[in-house]
């Protein structure tokens, strides 16, 4: 007991590295929160992306510093003269990026821990000065909860505590959130599955909700979706991230494959029915719905590797650009059925 009090004192401002994607900033979020809720004293400064700044700056008590990547070596430099009079107690380096490692360097602090062994890309080890032991689970956010276990920080708590915004969009409620596109191509869906899923949420009295970003593709492909269907809300380009979040939160669920709405979903507490392909949903799944994925990974992987999935490394991906269309329409329906 007198031990932790002491590394309570003695650790008052802790630096976090996580640049991206927003959807393993989600998971980052839910580590920072229980390490707050450990060290309650301790000011906390995190060092993230513009668009995941957004939703860093919905959690209360985190100082937030945006790093661009377009800005190079220039914005690091830039980096390191802002913070050049703070020697951080302890930065967790929550990042595999090559980078982002020379980044976490421009930033002066007593301990610097990073990922173990096993879990380090891009020599990520060779920047830290402390590597967390083995992760409990094969998930992202449990390589990142390893790193938080160094300072005694072992469990998360879903749903976590983030400022939202008011709802904006007077959606017809209960409603059910369909993310159709991925960051990648590579991650959507059919069309026909999609266009699938709309109508049993409509026939079930539901209102679908389409969400995605401002590109012509999403813009193009939700579009698609919802063509010669009434009663679709498309809301793809047109909410911020903070209105997503408060979107999601409100749904009654969320389809969506492995990009960021699926994991802001676990953030904030709602369900979600996750579709994969390219990437192991044990390593990338929405955390507290593993067992409402509809995955054909295992299948596909073991067909291009020619290995059992247990035998593969843990960050393997499928790459065949038509993965997702293993997905059975059937297989999706029937776990939707189970969700609503």
Request: aromatic share 6%.
């Amino acid at each position: 007991m007198q031990q932790q009090k002491v590394q309570q004192e003695t650790i008052q401002h802790i630096a976090v590295v996580r640049l991206s994607a927003l959807g393993d900033v989600c998971h980052a979020v839910a580590v920072v929160q229980a390490m707050m809720r450990r060290y309650p004293n301790a000011k906390v400064t995190w060092i993230t992306a513009p668009l995941e700044a957004k939703l860093v700056r919905m959690v209360e008590g985190v100082e937030v510093i945006e790093y661009d990547k377009k800005t190079g070596f220039t914005g690091m430099f830039a980096l390191r003269a802002a913070l050049k009079h703070i020697t951080f107690d302890v930065l967790l380096h929550l990042q595999w990026s090559s980078r982002s490692s020379v980044l976490m360097r421009m930033v002066k602090a007593k301990r610097r821990i990073g990922f173990s062994l096993s879990r380090s890309r891009e020599k990520q080890h060779w920047f830290v000065t402390e590597r967390a032991p083995e992760p409990r689970g094969v998930h992202v956010l449990d390589s990142f909860l390893s790193i938080a276990s160094v300072l005694g920080v072992t469990e998360v708590r879903f749903p976590c505590l983030l400022n939202l915004p008011e709802p904006s969009f007077g959606v017809p409620r209960p409603y059910v959130v369909v993310n159709p596109c991925g960051s990648k191509i590579e991650k959507n869906w059919t069309l026909e599955g999609n266009r699938a899923v709309v109508m049993r949420l409509l026939e079930k009295g539901y209102t679908p909700v389409l969400t995605g970003g401002p590109s012509e593709l999403e813009r193009h492909f939700s579009q698609q979706i919802e063509k010669e269907i009434q009663g679709v809300v498309n809301l793809v380009g047109k909410t911020s991230v903070e209105a997503m979040c408060r979107l999601i939160q409100d749904a009654h669920l969320v389809v969506s494959p492995d990009t960021g709405p699926a994991h802001i979903a676990t953030l904030v507490g709602t369900p979600v029915l996750g579709l994969y392909a390219l990437s192991n949903p044990e390593r990338t799944g929405p955390y507290q719905d593993l067992q409402h994925v509809v995955s054909v990974y295992k299948r596909l992987a073991e067909k291009e590797y020619g290995k059992p999935i247990n035998d593969l490394p843990w960050a393997t991906t499928v790459h065949d650009p038509k993965a997702m269309q293993a997905i059975a329409i059937e297989d999706v329906l029937s776990m939707l059925e189970t969700l609503i």
